[in-house]
């Protein structure tokens, strides 16, 4: 497919005065061809006009069909192939087989929702009989949940397949009944292009209303913040900067009628080296440790970026081996210059503290958005003391805090920020002392791992990719997993209505397969 640089506002290829160029991070060079167009006022209030009026259609269609519009576009975003692949790599600087992985991950998740919208469960049909006899009489009682309306969803840099625009949040929405409204990441347009160009060949092969799909693009902040202003949207979907997702949620909060953010935001993921681990297998977690924090230049927000463990013999020797690790990592190229620029300050303002020692760097970097990683070591009260070291540096920089004691460790947790991930490494003499810590874990994180890296989300119904704040707006949900189709629906309750207007599936026995509580009791 050739690129035209146009934007996508329900159906119609859309052209703008004002362009844009795509960026190569590894040459931070412009990409001629094309100059992409950038949204303004008008495209706005199309995209959510339309998207409004397709609401009505999409939201009431059979589940069928609505099942067969996610496999659709899962199987055109895989058809894509290799030209995605190859695009998506000159506008990120992300391997070829990584990025082969995520368009996987894409169509895997899309073809998941598909699997979740055809068995109905998410409907939450809940039915209680009337009861006229009682005093005072039951009403009859039906429950199903319907969707919010329209989503904006905002690409994520990192993601440019997974988290973007045909990502998790796109899928999950659209799985929903929700019709979206997708601001691409200015990093990676002709990527966002390719992928809004499959959807939009989904769209029209299931004969949906055009309006359940478009794409706007642009560089500046007023796009994201019209765009949530607009009255039609009912959601925000948003992966980024904590300053990004802060400056989104207090729009939304702002308005008229207050809708809700669901952005994943900060969060530096701690891993806790229990000390019957530490000594048994401290050089294997070094060189563990190290590829995790380097994996796609650190780029990942499940980054391991702090260790905690009680100083001594077995911590002094896990640090050599971490040393000596990162010392062999080469330079790797970060996603935008900005994100470059952005991370080498938060470097200089962690060695600039007297509180904070460097234990080793990876290679120098010569040219263009690369990057060296680093990796710091503290102590636990410089830590507490030091609220930067507890902020999120974006890319392969990690923190090494050592604590006197089990009791310092517990209360440093206690004291940290809401995160996505938290990370125990132990053998079975250490389960006491996990015990201790895991219940300050479950209030602090929405995904606690055992003896692994938190770098690595699988897509599946028990996964949870979200956490308290700032890791996410609201703790309750999470942006990866099926779980995630709860962030855009609602429930609504009918009492003693007549049959003839409720939904097929509150009458009777309702489809088959259908999971529905009838009187306090699961049933098909």
Not at 297 to 316: H, K, M, S, V, Y
Request: negative net charge; charged residues 20%; proline residues 6%.
């Amino acid at each position: 497919m050739t690129l035209t640089g146009k934007l996508f506002i329900a159906g119609e290829r859309r052209d703008s005065e004002n362009r844009f160029h795509a960026f190569d991070p590894s040459t931070d060079e412009a990409i001629p061809e094309p100059a992409f167009a950038i949204a303004g006022p008008r495209d706005i209030d199309d995209a959510c006009a339309a998207a409004e009026a397709a609401f009505a259609v999409y939201s009431s269609l059979p589940l069928e069909t609505r099942a067969q519009f996610l496999e659709a576009a899962a199987d055109e975003i895989d058809a894509l192939g290799e030209a995605l692949t190859k695009r998506a790599h000159c506008e990120t600087g992300l391997p070829e087989a990584r990025l082969n992985g995520e368009r996987g991950r894409t169509v895997g998740q899309l073809r998941l929702f598909a699997q979740i919208v055809r068995d109905g469960a998410w409907q939450g049909i809940r039915i209680d009989s009337a009861d006229p006899v009682r005093t005072p009489p039951k009403p009859d009682l039906r429950l199903h949940k319907i969707p919010l309306g329209p989503v904006a969803v905002f690409g994520a840099s990192n993601f440019p397949l997974a988290f973007s625009i045909a990502g998790g949040d796109t899928a999950s929405a659209l799985a929903a009944g929700c019709p979206v409204v997708a601001k691409g990441h200015p990093a990676h347009p002709g990527t966002s292009e390719l992928v809004a160009s499959a959807i939009m060949r989904a769209v029209e092969q299931t004969g949906l209303p055009q309006g359940v799909f478009s794409l706007l693009n642009g560089t500046s902040h007023e796009l994201g913040t019209a765009l949530v202003s607009d009255h039609r949207i009912q959601a925000v979907g948003f992966t980024g900067s904590r300053m990004g997702g802060e400056a989104l949620m207090k729009v939304a909060a702002s308005r008229k009628q207050p809708i809700p953010v669901y952005a994943e935001m900060s969060a530096i993921n701690p891993v806790i080296l229990l000390p019957a681990a530490l000594a048994s297998r401290g050089e294997k977690l070094a060189q563990d440790y190290v590829g995790s924090v380097t994996m796609g230049a650190g780029q990942f927000c499940t980054n391991p970026g702090l260790i905690l463990a009680i100083r001594g013999e077995a911590l002094d020797n896990f640090v050599a081996g971490v040393a000596a690790a990162i010392g062999q990592a080469s330079p790797q190229v970060m996603l935008t210059q900005g994100i470059r620029e952005q991370f080498d300050r938060g470097k200089a303002n962690l060695i600039g503290s007297d509180s904070v020692a460097l234990i080793g760097e990876g290679a120098p970097a010569t040219n263009g958005c690369l990057a060296s990683a680093a990796i710091y070591r503290t102590s636990a009260a410089e830590f507490v003391q030091n609220p930067l070291l507890g902020e999120e540096n974006f890319g392969a920089s990690s923190v090494i805090v050592e604590c006197d004691d089990i009791d310092q460790l517990h209360g440093l947790l206690a004291e940290i920020e809401g995160q996505l991930t938290a990370t125990l490494h132990m053998t079975e003499d250490d389960f006491v002392l996990a015990g201790k810590i895991l219940p300050v874990l479950e209030r602090k994180a929405g995904r606690i791992i055992a003896n692994g890296w938190p770098t690595g989300v699988e897509v599946s119904h028990a996964m949870v990719h979200g956490g308290p704040y700032p890791a996410t707006s609201d703790p309750k949900s999470t942006s990866v997993g099926t779980l995630a189709i709860e962030r855009f629906l609602r429930p609504v309750c009918y009492q003693d209505f007549p049959a003839e207007l409720l939904p097929e599936h509150l009458i009777g026995e309702g489809p088959n397969n259908t999971i529905r509580m009838i009187d306090g009791k699961w049933t098909m």
